[in-house]
């Protein structure tokens, strides 16, 4: 496994030799199953559970993990935790209701105010790096991210949506499946995105009643006929459109948050007949809740809780879900779910604690997306910003707008199937990395490395502080293997680890002396040592196996 990945980084580098094996996207063999994993537990699978679960682990959180155990790290992950504070202005004085510094959620969007909207926007930017930030150990804002990728909406209009918006998939991140896809079914921001503002009994609009079904709850299938995709038919998009009218204006009262709003007058009454792929059901008029009692029946089909595994699973573990891991993981994950009614939290949890997430297959075999990859950096580094709220704003804002080019945006994901890493075969992941993106990776980590002035405070890695938090430093040897288990999926072998040491001046017993005469106090070494020890996470960082998880 350690060399088909190497050599699919080298594939995406244009670096292929004649001797590296072709790429191929069966990575996964299962020979393993979804009953608890029983194996040894150490610090390379607790880094390997954090590495996926969270956004950029310490070095000391990986120790803690390792000596919780399994179990406990599990629970841990899945505590509870408090909504974050509401995000703030932190470059805007000219709303007359709400000063810098204070947030703006529940106030007025006044769109003759210039550039009140875009502050609101920009703050909500640097608000949402600011939340993975402060992530810490726990899923959640994982799983935020999964289902702003799963029900996608983009080109809100108002800030105050897409903050409703966001604010949803974070209270429901872990909760029960049904009852958000009923929330998002209403919630303004989609409303606006996928046309519910324009369904009506008059003009039926079928675009959100299509993507309930192909993208949200139950998948084409494979296609049976004409019109016939398997689980549902076309027929059935037409009919659901119609249960869904009336939701088609929002109730925007400038005093509050924004709400969706039902009109009963834009309402089809009349009667709607499923098709055989929902046993001929007949829906009556329920008015305002007849949209929950469409997603009620496509809820009763055994097929919505395998949809939903497999987006976990491609989200958490790899891209390939071929027969085996169908059989063996996939379908006792979806009879977890529906035993549980759709919670999602029981069935992520034994994914994430199973035999088969901690096979040697599954370790690297993902390639970080651009937020993951980032936040790699900033977490496991504990790089510093401005102790200033304002300006620690500013600087995860600019942090967002750098990151753009990578192609993955927060509230602005590219189609309505979310980022294509997801879902276009065959290259999945691997499109995160292309001619463009990796020369951009690279800069992005030695920028970090080197620093630069934001407000006059330096936005840089503390390498020395980094380092003085590993348990042996002042050992070649033992400082690069335990940088690389925070860093790489996988242990480097004894050459790779020979070659940083030479390349960098890193070596026996020079090293040693001066790192020990520094550490006790010969403060005239620290350029030297921080020079060297800045060059060789560098070299690190753009080592194939750190864009790998």
């Known amino acids: 496994m ?25 990575a996964v063999t299962v020979t393993n199953t979804f009953a608890p994993y029983t194996g040894t537990w150490g610090f390379e699978q607790a880094a390997h559970l954090l590495r996926r679960t969270t956004f950029g682990s310490t070095y000391t959180q990986i120790k803690q993990a390792t000596s919780d155990g399994l179990n406990a790290t599990v629970d841990l992950l899945f ?43 920009k703050s909500l930017q640097g608000w949402s ?18 289902w702003h990728n799963h029900f996608v909406v983009a080109n809100t209009n108002d800030a105050r949506l897409q903050h409703r918006y966001m604010t949803l ?78 939701w088609n204006h929002l109730d925007i009262d400038n005093l509050t948050q924004v709400q969706a709003g039902y009109n009963p007058n834009l309402h089809d009454t009349g009667d709607k007949q499923l098709s055989h792929r929902f046993n001929d059901i007949i829906i009556t008029n329920e008015a305002e809740n007849e949209y929950r009692v469409v997603i009620d029946i496509i809820f009763q089909k055994v097929e919505v809780a395998r949809f939903i595994a497999r987006k976990l699973y491609s989200w958490f573990v790899h891209f390939d879900i071929n027969s085996e891991v169908e059989a063996n993981i996939i379908e006792p ?9 759709y919670e999602v939290k029981e069935a992520l949890m034994a994914l994430l604690s199973s035999e088969h997430f901690y096979d040697m297959s599954i370790r690297g075999c993902m390639i970080t997306h651009p937020i993951d990859y ?6 496991a580094f504990e790089l510093e910003l401005n102790p200033d709220i304002l300006e620690e704003y500013n600087i995860l804002k600019r942090l967002y707008t750098a990151m753009i080019p990578l192609e993955m945006i927060i509230y602005a994901p590219p189609t309505v199937a979310g980022w294509k890493a ?33 407000s006059g405070f330096q936005v840089k890695i503390n390498v020395l502080d980094f380092v003085a938090s590993l348990d042996n430093p002042a050992d070649p040897d033992d400082l690069i293997t335990e ?54 996470v560098k070299t690190m960082l753009k080592m194939p196996e750190v864009y790998l998880m």
């Open 422 to 454: 997801y879902y276009q075969a065959p290259q999945f992941y691997r499109i995160w990395i292309n001619a463009v993106t990796l020369p951009l990776r690279m800069n992005y980590s030695d920028t970090l490395m080197e620093g630069y002035d934001v």
């Open 129 to 146: 790096y600011k939340i993975i930030r402060e992530s810490g150990m726990n899923i959640r804002e994982k799983m935020v991210l999964f």
């Open 483 to 536: 940088i690389a288990s925070i860093l790489f999926a996988q242990p480097l072998v004894q050459e790779q680890v020979d070659s940083l040491k030479d390349s960098h001046g890193i070596t026996n017993p020079e090293w040693q002396d001066e790192y020990l005469d520094y550490s006790t106090g010969n403060v005239s070494l620290e350029p030297a040592i921080d020079n060297k020890l800045k060059d060789l």
């Open 2 to 26: 350690h060399m088909n990945r190497r050599a699919s980084l080298a594939l995406l580098m244009g670096k292929q030799k004649k001797s590296v094996p072709k790429l191929t996207t069966a």
């Open 79 to 121: 505590e509870s935790q408090p909504l974050p504070n509401d995000p703030i202005y932190y470059d805007f004085e000219n709303d007359p209701n709400v000063g810098n510094g204070e947030a703006w959620v529940n106030e007025p969007t006044d769109f003759t105010i210039l550039d009140l909207n875009i502050a609101r926007k």
């Open 169 to 246: 998939l974070r209270e429901n991140a872990l909760g029960d499946f049904k009852e958000l896809v009923k929330l998002i079914t209403i919630d303004p921001s989609m409303l606006q995105y996928l046309n519910g503002t324009q369904n009506s009994k008059n003009a039926p609009n079928e675009n959100y009643a299509r993507e309930l079904l192909e993208l949200f709850t139950i998948g084409k299938g494979v296609a049976a006929g004409p019109g016939d995709y398997t689980n549902y038919t076309e027929d059935d998009v037409v009919q659901i459109a119609r249960s869904l009218t009336g």
């Open 333 to 341: 994950m979806a009879q977890m779910l529906i035993g549980d009614n």
């Open 374 to 379: 980032l936040f790699k950096m900033i977490n």
